[in-house]
């Protein structure tokens, strides 16, 4: 049964993820500062403009420890290919593990 407001996920998925979500918690529970200090992490948002559902702003951006990297805006569904793409490109030319984040 469809639980997201765009159909795209279902329960089980939903619940497969979550798991994956707490394993990489508890794995990295005690790990470092100096160890987190040098992890990217990238989320996915779609924002509905103006309250209207049908004007939709889809985001990939990336944060760290240090603070925030490029945010970069894509259209259509994504998926491994189109992830790593953006990634490769945008998101960690502007992320230094320094500190020192920089516009692409």
């Not at 994956?20 to 794995?27: I, P």
């Not at 990297?69 to 593990?97: T, V």
Request: glycine share 4%; hydrophobic share 30%.
């Amino acid at each position: 049964t469809p639980i997201c407001s765009d159909n795209s996920h279902d329960i089980s998925t939903l619940i497969t993820h979550l798991q994956a979500h707490l394993k990489f918690a508890s794995e990295h529970l005690h790990d470092s500062e100096k160890a987190w200090e040098k992890v990217l992490l990238s989320d996915e948002v779609k924002i509905s403009l103006f309250r209207n559902p049908n004007t939709t702003v889809k985001l990939l951006d990336c944060y760290s420890a240090k603070g925030t990297g490029q945010c970069q805006r894509f259209e259509g569904p994504m998926d491994g290919a189109r992830y790593a793409k953006i990634s490769d490109k945008k998101l960690h030319p502007s992320w230094n593990p320094d500190g020192k984040h920089r516009a692409v």
